[in-house]
């Protein structure tokens, strides 16, 4: 996560970016900077955005780094300050290192908003769109528990310290379990940096050392993933039981056969949406409120309706 590497098709975004200005529609124009390129979440997001822009009569344009990570997202937000839209809703990587461009952006006159993510200096925004992570955390804590009787070893697979969202599952998770699940052991974080090879090899060396681990906490969907292909090569699917954040198509797929026992999903097309509605609020000179909280839900095994309902689909694309 080391690289500051920005595909074609971002770099071909950021282009159209930087001169969406001069072809604007009435109603403004709007910037959304993903977390990532790739990923079911944010591709969902992107459909939920588009969808509600062109309803609008919004100027979106879309970009992302290749990489989960600031070093690679901040060329991109810079690349949107250099285009200077009306309004940019950005999903940040770090809470602390994204502060300083995006308060250039919004010094240079651009409205700025988070979706999802969100930064340690809520100032420099006019709202943030957000789902109770922490929260969030606590509901997979409660679910794993119920999986394994409330006793054994658990492990949760993160990614590294720095994502406000990430953080506050992996606390929410700790916290629960602590205050409400004293036979469970908590083996502690470990981190994938959005690489599903390294949530497996975590598996599978966790199983190494503690063969009788009971359970796994995955704070996002390549960790699932990756998870899945280590209790694989272990043998170990269905006796290590697992709860997984989002609900991209390869998680709802392993909890309908068996591999994956819990979902804790999001919304993100609806983010997107909310997001596009906020833009639209703040180019009109109206008042929006600080924080916008979106929902989230516990799906089990015996939902599969449910887990269709939110099923990450990027429809759009």
Do not use: W
Not at 53 to 70: C, H, I, N, P, Y
Not at 99 to 113: F, S
Not at 253 to 277: F, H, R, T, W, Y
Request: aromatic fraction near 4%.
């Amino acid at each position: 996560m080391t690289k500051s590497i920005v595909t074609a098709a971002m770099a071909l975004a950021m282009a159209s970016l930087g001169a969406s200005s001069a072809f604007a529609q009435d109603k403004g124009t709007v910037a959304l900077v993903l977390g990532s390129s790739g990923s079911p979440f944010y591709q969902a997001m992107q459909c939920g955005a588009q969808a509600r822009a062109k309803e609008l009569g919004l100027t979106l344009t879309v970009s992302a780094a290749d990489q989960f990570a600031a070093d690679a997202q901040i060329p991109v937000v810079n690349a949107v300050t250099a285009g200077g839209p009306n309004v940019a809703a950005i999903v940040p990587t770090d809470m602390q290192a994204l502060i300083p461009p995006m308060r250039e952006l919004a010094e240079r006159g651009t409205k700025v908003i988070t979706v999802d993510q969100t930064i340690a200096d809520p100032s420099i925004l006019k709202t943030q769109v957000l789902t109770d992570n922490k929260a969030g955390g606590g509901m997979a804590a409660d679910a794993l528990a119920k999986l394994i009787d409330g006793k054994g070893k658990v492990l949760v697979i993160t990614q590294p310290p720095g994502s406000l969202a990430q953080d506050a599952r992996e606390a929410g998770f700790a916290e629960t379990l602590k205050a409400k699940y004293p036979d469970i052991q908590y083996l502690g974080p470990q981190y994938q940096s959005n690489d599903p090879q390294r949530a497996a090899e975590i598996i599978t060396s966790t199983l190494s050392a503690h063969p009788d681990l009971a359970g796994v906490f995955s704070t996002n969907d390549q960790g699932a993933i990756g998870a899945i292909t280590g209790l694989r090569q272990a043998g170990a699917v269905g006796k290590v039981k697992m709860v997984a954040y989002d609900a991209a198509s390869a998680e709802v797929a392993a909890l309908k056969n068996g591999e994956l026992q819990g979902l804790i999903a999001q919304s993100p097309s609806q983010q997107g949406a909310v997001a596009m509605d906020i833009a639209a609020k703040l180019i009109a000179g109206e008042a929006v409120e600080p924080v916008t909280m979106a929902e989230i839900v516990a799906i089990s095994a015996d939902q599969p309706e449910l887990a269709d309902k939110y099923e990450y689909v990027a429809g759009c694309m």
